[in-house]
T-cell receptor
């Protein structure tokens, strides 16, 4: 149980285009989903927290107009990188939490984005 | 100063060795402490979870938390090549929307 999937696992896009990454909880309902980015040999940096049906809460320094997050259902959240630039190339990982007092975040396998 | 400090390694040990991984932190409000294992190009996987101070054992893994020193450890006994991965510590405060703060991760290699 507690499986989180991400799609695509790897995407290459041209500079200036937009790319959408999906995060799905396959066997549970995710009240809260988190989006992280991870640069090589660095830790996970939280970008934003999203709760189903409400606007995402972005961390300081993360451009909300550039990284659009939608959490339309209890099993799906999407991250859209708009007007991508090479410096947006990174490993994007989502996690899901069932909410309440549950401490555990279940992580997806990650999406590697390369912007050329 | 980062909220959570972790030596990035790499740490290389022979098979069967006892591995000690550590993190220090500065925020005394952290109450929940976790260790994640991350294989290359994969998402993190929860290994151990501890609330407040104390020890917790699960098979070959032991997690220790010393809140007075703001220091947490993960010990791996009888290390195996399959333990080769990056180990990330993470912690959070009570409430706070379940937001986790991660260390940079320690890269571990267990050699035959």
């Amino acid at each position: 149980g507690a499986v989180v999937s991400q799609h695509p696992s790897w995407v290459i896009c041209k500079s200036g285009t937009s790319v959408k990454i999906e995060c799905r909880s396959l066997d549970f309902q995710a009240t809260t989903m988190f989006w992280y980015r991870q640069f090589p040999k660095q830790s996970l940096m939280l970008m934003a927290t999203s709760n189903e049906g409400s606007k995402a809460t972005y961390e300081q320094g993360v451009e909300k107009d550039k990284f659009l997050i939608n959490h339309a259902s209890l099993t799906l959240s999407t991250l859209t990188v708009t007007s991508a630039h090479p410096e947006d190339s990174s490993f994007y990982i989502c996690s899901a939490n069932t909410g309440g007092s549950s401490y555990e975040q279940y992580f997806g396998p990650g999406t590697r984005l390369t912007v050329t | 100063q980062k909220e959570v400090e972790q030596d990035p390694g790499p740490l290389s040990v022979p098979e069967g060795a006892i591995v000690s991984l550590n993190c220090t932190y500065s925020n005394s409000a952290f109450q929940y402490f976790m260790w994640y294992r991350q294989y290359s190009r994969k998402g993190p996987e929860l290994l151990m979870y501890t609330y407040s101070s104390g020890n917790k054992e699960d098979g070959r893994f032991t997690a220790q938390v010393d809140k007075s020193s703001k220091y947490i450890s993960l010990f791996i006994r009888d290390s195996q090549p399959s333990d080769s991965a990056t180990y990330l510590c993470a912690m959070r405060v009570t409430g706070g929307g379940n937001k986790l703060t991660f260390g940079t991760g320690t890269q571990l290699k267990v050699e035959l």
